[in-house]
């Protein structure tokens, strides 16, 4: 076990207390605060931080670095905490919005669904030819040698139908 090994066993649990008296109720980002410090100096000049432990100015100068990673904005810690916290901000409202936006309209399509499967075979069939085929009516007539104007009626009928029965169930359909 090194020196500076040693001294971070024995100095933890204050340091601790110092990144948790930084951010009162939430240990789990003064823990991370703690971690962050302890990291930077492990990742850091290694002969740098033995020379201050042998000046015993290690366990002030992990303090220091402790308020100061807490305090100061431009700190890498603050920048991590900021950026997850606007990531999992804008994760959280898209999810929101998703659930809140994708659930109505599902059910609003599969209750379309069983209207048009409650249609006449007829109408169903020229209305999803039309629909979701995205047949026009002249292409429609010209495949299925039906009259423009009887394929407009009947699709129209068709849909007049499906509005009466989502109207009956109270879907706005003009929204």
């Avoid at 090194?2 to 930084?22: G, H, M, P, T, V």
């Avoid at 994708?102 to 999803?128: K, V």
Wanted: hydrophobic share 35%; with cysteine.
């Amino acid at each position: 076990m090194s020196i500076l090994d040693r001294e971070i066993n024995k100095y933890y649990a204050e340091w601790r207390r110092i990144a948790r008296s930084e951010y009162p109720g939430n240990t789990d980002k003064a823990d991370d605060l703690l971690h962050e410090v302890l990291v930077k100096i492990l990742e850091g000049d290694r002969a740098k931080m033995e020379d201050i432990i042998k000046r015993n100015k290690f366990k002030r100068y992990v303090s220091s670095c402790i308020c100061f990673m807490a305090r100061c904005s431009n700190s890498s810690f603050n920048y991590k905490v900021m950026k997850f916290e606007k990531l999992r901000t804008e994760l959280n409202h898209d999810i929101q919005e998703d659930f809140t936006s994708a659930i109505p309209t599902r059910l609003f399509n599969e209750q379309i669904d069983i209207y048009i499967s409650r249609l006449p075979f007829f109408e169903r069939e020229l209305l999803l030819l039309y629909a979701l085929d995205d047949f026009s009516y002249q292409k429609l007539s010209e495949e299925t040698n039906i009259s423009r104007s009887y394929l407009y009626r009947t699709i129209e009928n068709a849909k007049t139908m499906l509005r009466n029965s989502l109207t009956l169930n109270k879907y706005d359909v003009n929204k």
